[in-house]
């Protein structure tokens, strides 16, 4: 990791490390770093001791260590190679309904993340992470913050203390099917065979467990999705509405107004100005 004295003043910060037969290139500090750290277990197994009892960090392993917690973890001594992603960061205040984890230890959250799709994406997540930290690009900060609150989203869907967790496997299959293919034109019929369920029981479970419709929620989507692009592209209005599967630029805005209080050109016009980037 980076030079301890410089956590004082980072916002972000991450990195790939990989420790085979390596056991002294453990960390160790007794007085934590003030600032929050995220660990992902890619490959191997990591030895983690940050405090009673002992805890051994597998494949899938998301950790979240709180600030001035003792850093106390490294390769496991038998397996003897452990590959973990790690981003240090200041949350902002609102993450924090993100950040309340199971503990594996006091003061280090711990979620179990068993779907292979989410442990792509999580890794995908890390590594564009560094990647822009390593960029010239002004905003590579904002950016790296935004792609953690992504991880720490994508964690919570197997949060064990939140409702959210015990969402139906089939019901999470048609999510990520709706999630990838937001552009193309989904019925109701096309999302309850992506669940392997008739239609009116996945309607049903749908809302019991997500508390809206498969259709609403599908708007609910697209519209947000609008709304990130409106912010971090220059892209046409009409382009993104095409690009989220509305491609009546009318009906994408009337539909954007409703949920946003918003126009989309005014959406973008008041986000840019927030962010310094010329509309």
Not at 3 to 13: C, H, M
Not at 104 to 111: E, F, K, T, W
Not at 248 to 275: E, G, I, M, S, W
């Amino acid at each position: 990791m980076a030079n301890f004295d410089y956590f004082k003043s980072a916002r972000i910060l991450a990195g790939r490390t990989e420790l085979v037969d390596t056991p002294n290139r453990d960390i160790y500090r007794e007085h934590g770093i003030p600032i929050w750290t995220l660990n992902y277990t890619e490959e191997g197994r990591g030895r983690i001791h940050c405090s009673e009892p002992l805890y051994h960090s597998e494949v899938g392993d998301l950790l979240l260590i709180r600030p001035n917690v003792k850093n106390d973890y490294g390769i496991e001594e038998e397996l003897a190679r452990w590959t973990h992603l790690w981003v240090v960061f200041h949350p902002e205040d609102w993450w924090y309904p993100f950040m309340s984890w199971p503990e594996a230890q006091i003061g280090v959250g711990r979620i179990h993340v068993s779907d292979p799709f989410v442990r792509k994406r999580i890794v995908e997540l890390f590594g564009q992470i560094k990647e822009l930290l390593l960029s010239p690009f002004p905003q590579r900060e904002e950016l790296g913050l935004n792609l953690t609150r992504q991880i720490l989203i994508w964690a919570d869907m197997f949060n064990t203390e939140k409702q959210e967790s015990s969402i139906d496997p089939r019901i999470q299959s048609a999510l990520r099917y709706l999630g990838n293919h937001l552009n193309e034109a989904l019925s109701l019929d096309l999302l309850a065979a992506q669940a392997s369920l008739s239609v009116s029981r996945f309607a049903h479970l749908f809302k019991e467990q997500l508390g809206v419709t498969p259709i609403r929620y599908l708007e609910q989507e697209r519209l947000r999705r609008a709304a990130d692009l409106l912010v971090v592209t220059s892209k046409p209005i009409a382009e993104i509405s095409e690009e989220v599967g509305i491609p009546d630029p009318v009906y994408f805005t009337r539909l954007f107004k409703r949920h946003f209080k918003n126009t989309p050109r005014a959406f973008r016009k008041a986000n840019h100005a927030k962010t310094g980037q010329s509309s």
